[in-house]
């Protein structure tokens, strides 16, 4: 009898074990982030304007606020956050193995990756490939390049891109592949090569830290369609519900013109959307997803909104992207009126 509640009581020790197991695999991924304490997510640190350091070593950037701004919004504040900075080529395992709660990286959304890697949320940035070149090369356009060596990235659409491009245009290259822009950067700064291809954000960014900028031209060529898109790991939908409806209430907040100086203030307007963005009446599903009511008023109070996160980065406190009449203006009829119109940052509503 005393063997048999022996067997009994470890069996049961056994089950249990195996249920908590479980429990925790199931547990969601919003539940684990606040078990934790912050956001892990994955980003770059060489690419000015999106993902780099500070004269202070502070990493920030573009695409580091809409990690801040995912941790402002499921933990209320933008600081818990652990930021992992990777290559190129460790994106698609770092999302596979589910490393990371949110990959934010200058990434192309394309059709491979994301049935391999994730589920990418609406694009946060349009781009495309373009070519550097320094002046005494003497070329104007990407048809001249015939016979060049060319850096690139490995790993990245870029890659591909530039083959696509001379291939079709029967051209020869002499490609040379490096793992990050910063090394790529500094090897064609040396002429180890005459041209550096990969987003032309990129390399606007990047000619800029030049020691001659003005030396250095990009090509006005546009050879590919890049939108950069934020990506989740796949099999938990509230979590991409959740990310998407961040980068949502980013963009409709500067098209309301709620800003990160004026919520409070805002919280008395008139105007139904304004009030139900900022959960003073009326829901868009902040309880199903988990949020709280007034989860855009902490997201658009710590880190702004789409406008002035562009701005701080990429735009005339930037980088120096123009933005009025481009693609990464907001829609054409969106209900601002003092904000760039015409372009495709656009959200589902929030209804």
């Known amino acids: 009898m005393r063997l048999y509640l022996i067997v009994v009581s ?14 925790d695999e199931s547990a ?7 078990d934790g304490g912050k956001v892990v997510c994955a980003t770059l640190d060489d690419t000015p304007g999106f993902g780099f350091l500070d004269a202070d070593g502070n990493l920030g950037g573009f695409d580091v606020d809409l990690c801040r701004a995912v941790a402002a919004a499921t933990l209320g504040d933008a600081d818990a956050v652990e930021l992992r900075t990777i290559d190129a080529a460790e994106r698609g395992p ?13 990434t192309t959304w394309t059709s491979s990756r994301d049935a391999a890697w994730g589920d990418f949320v609406p694009t946060m940035f349009y781009d495309g490939q373009g070519f550097m070149v320094p002046d005494r090369l003497g070329v104007s356009s990407a048809y001249d390049l015939g016979g060049a060596a060319v850096c690139t990235l490995s790993g990245t659409t870029s890659e591909l891109n530039v083959e696509d491009f001379f291939r079709q245009n029967r051209m020869q290259y002499n490609p040379t592949i490096y793992e990050s822009a910063d090394i790529a950067l500094d090897a064609y700064g040396k002429g180890a090569c005459d041209v550096f291809t990969t987003d032309r954000s990129a390399l606007a960014g990047l000619r800029g830290t030049l020691p001659s900028p003005d030396e250095h031209m990009i090509l006005p060529e546009v050879i590919s369609e890049e939108p950069l898109t934020p990506l989740v790991p796949h099999g938990d939908s509230q979590w991409f519900d959740i990310v998407k409806t961040v980068l949502g209430i980013l963009i409709h907040a500067e098209a309301l013109g709620v800003n990160s100086g004026n919520v409070a203030q805002m919280t008395t307007s008139d105007s139904p959307k304004v009030k139900r963005l900022l959960g003073v009446e009326g829901s868009w599903g902040q309880a199903d997803m988990g949020l709280d009511t007034t989860v ?15 701005d701080r980065h990429l735009g005339p406190n930037g980088i120096g992207l123009p933005r009025e009449g481009g693609r990464n203006a907001l829609w054409a009829d969106a209900p601002c009126t003092d904000c760039p119109k015409g372009g495709q940052i656009y959200a589902a509503p929030l209804r």
Do not use: K, P
């Open 10 to 23: 470890l069996l049961a020790l056994a089950a249990l074990a195996c249920s908590q197991d479980d429990e």
């Open 28 to 34: 969601s991924r919003l539940q684990n982030v606040q």
């Open 94 to 106: 770092v999302m596979q193995a589910g490393e990371v709660d949110l990959l934010v990286w200058v």
């Open 296 to 310: 855009a008023q902490t997201v658009i109070t710590q880190v702004g909104n789409y406008g002035e996160i562009y």
